[in-house]
């Protein structure tokens, strides 16, 4: 899907429209047994609202990158949430999400914090934007929307009071 652009040449990104194509395509990966864990904060709500919206059983997981990031002394804990894995992670099927892909480093992290858990069967990944920009060779098995956006621009996914999901676009000083 290619998002809209405004009349002024802007890029329109609607979550909440992202948000059904990634329902749709979450849908084709899901399996029974599959479990979902969301990647704080943004892929956590994703995570949440998709285990509702699918219907599926159990709880949703939350995965921190905190403790597996390359860039760790620099940002250090934050306000970061922990990991939550409320099932077995030996042997699951685990679908990985997260709003914003871009270097893939924050799943590097992930996949570690992942593994500290367990050896899942098999691990995937599916995103609500893709923006390029790689470091590392990670792919999403689905994403609702590919973006290129210039590397000074930030891109997250914030939820509202009522739980509405929308973009925040910044310029950001670091490159």
């Keep these: ?25 979450v849908r084709t990966l899901v399996q029974p047994g599959t479990r979902l864990a969301g990647i704080a904060s943004g892929g956590m709500w994703l995570a949440e609202r998709l285990q509702r919206d699918l219907g599926l059983e159990g709880e949703h997981g939350v995965l921190s990158s905190a403790m597996h990031r390359d860039d760790f002394a620099r940002r250090g804990l934050a306000a970061s949430v922990q990991t ?15 709003d914003v892909l871009y270097t893939g480093r924050t799943i590097r992290a992930v996949l570690n914090e992942l593994f500290d858990f367990g050896r899942p069967q098999r ?10 920009g790689r470091q ?18 930030s891109l997250s996914l914030a939820r509202a ?9 910044k310029e950001i000083q670091e490159v």
């Design 84 to 98: 939550q894995l409320p099932f077995e992670v030996n042997g699951a099927d685990i679908l990985v999400l997260d």
């Design 123 to 132: 691990v995937r990944l599916a995103v609500l934007v893709d923006r390029g």
């Design 161 to 169: 009071e009522g739980g509405h999901l929308q973009f925040d676009i």
């Design 1 to 25: 899907m290619n998002p809209p652009v405004s009349a002024t040449g802007h890029l329109a990104l609607d979550a909440e429209l992202l948000y059904g194509e990634l329902l749709r395509g």
């Design 136 to 153: 590392l060779p990670i792919a999403p098995d689905f994403a609702a929307a590919r973006v290129v956006l210039a590397p000074t621009q």
